[in-house]
């Protein structure tokens, strides 16, 4: 029985339903069913016109002008009536106390002539400059080279005064020029005889010298002064590890005098590479004394010099551990002066 009640209730709910369904359906659609004019006929459509509008027209605002009013007011009180809070002292300005001065620029140095070297085959300007310590550009100065710097077998090429031959280059491998110095293991051949015209001074008295193994004086060979007093730090000869002292060297305290161990003329006087300060004196028949590691030189280039004349002071640039004097005797023995065992020509 009640199931019957929930069908018939079921039933009358879907008729209600078809009921509100038909009533709420339109009488007729609500967009064309049938074709637009034109369609299908491949005419275009009717052009687009937008609806007319023309704006208002713009009035502009009118001017607004600002209040004006007149002011009055008085001058401003001095200085000396300002609150001191409001006082604000001038920087005092402080004038240098000299002025600056312009400096001119320094003029270009200046590079002396020296001894000429033989461009060889092979030679090129770069090795030259290698092996004697110098710039490129000074022995295109001196040579007038041009900005190649072209050189060609057999040209003399003229060297500073200041080169120093340093041994062959793979590009410069011609003979060493007379007068250039020629450091081998720390020891420099003394430059060439002095000017003719002035003869040196003359040597002590000749006697027989000592002998020895290497670097000992001829027979008849002069007799040199010390040039200054004191413990032997350095021998002549082999020191190990292929090197070689051409000379002793000489221990004294800081500042002592050094003097000419024989009269002569001062051939050089300058810094050299590994020496330091030297003073290099020409004597009679070709020998020759060396003075390096000076702390100062007290004479000039040329001058001629007495036996024991003071000619420098001890330096400390030799490093043997205290103040000392490296010293040397040469000899000449054809073009290729010959270094002798200083000890062998001192007085004992």
């Known amino acids: 029985m009640r199931i019957s009640i929930w069908i018939k209730a079921a039933a009358v709910a879907v008729a209600g339903m078809a009921v509100t369904a038909c009533s709420s359906y339109p009488a007729e659609p609500m967009y064309s069913t049938r074709p637009m004019p034109g369609y299908g006929t491949g005419a275009a459509p009717p052009a687009y016109s937008p609806p007319a509008y023309s704006p208002p027209a713009y009035e502009s605002p009118p001017p607004m002008t600002a209040p004006t009013e007149r002011i009055e007011g008085g001058a401003l009180p001095p200085p000396s009536s300002a609150s001191p809070s409001n006082t604000y002292p001038a920087p005092a300005y402080n004038p240098p106390a000299t002025s600056p001065s312009y400096v001119t620029p320094s003029a270009p140095m200046t590079v002396s002539a020296g001894a000429a070297y033989i461009i060889q085959p092979g030679d090129t300007i770069s090795g030259v400059g290698r092996r004697f310590q110098t710039p490129?550009?000074?022995l295109i100065d001196l040579n007038g080279l041009g900005p190649r710097g072209a050189i060609t077998v057999g040209q003399s090429i003229i060297l500073p005064d200041s080169a120093i031959d340093t041994g062959r280059d793979p590009y410069a491998t011609g003979p060493a020029p007379v007068g250039v110095l020629v450091p081998?293991?720390?020891v420099i051949p003394p430059p060439p005889p002095p000017p003719s015209g002035n003869p040196?001074?003359?040597l002590p008295a000749r006697q027989p010298a000592a002998t020895g193994s290497t670097g000992v004086a001829p027979a008849g060979s002069p007799v040199f002064q010390w040039p200054v007093r004191g413990e032997i730090v350095r021998r002549f000869g082999p020191v190990g590890m292929g090197e070689r002292n051409n000379g002793i060297n000489i221990g004294a305290s800081a500042g002592e005098?050094?003097?000419a161990a024989a009269g002569g003329r001062v051939a050089y006087v300058g810094e050299v590479m590994g020496l330091g300060l030297t003073v290099?004196?020409?004597?009679?028949e070709g020998w020759r004394t060396s003075y390096s590691h000076l702390?100062?030189?007290?004479v000039d280039d040329g001058a001629d010099v007495r036996t024991g004349q003071q000619i420098g002071t001890v330096g400390?640039?030799?490093g043997d551990g205290r103040p000392s004097i490296h010293f040397e005797t040469?000899?000449?023995q054809g073009d290729q002066p010959l270094a002798i065992d200083p000890l062998t020509v001192l007085p004992r």
């Open 136 to 138: 490129v550009q000074n």
């Open 184 to 186: 081998e293991n720390g």
């Open 200 to 202: 040196a001074a003359p």
């Open 257 to 259: 005098a050094v003097s």
């Open 280 to 284: 290099i004196i020409t004597h009679r």
């Open 295 to 298: 702390g100062s030189a007290t």
């Open 316 to 318: 400390l640039t030799a």
């Open 330 to 332: 040469r000899r000449m």
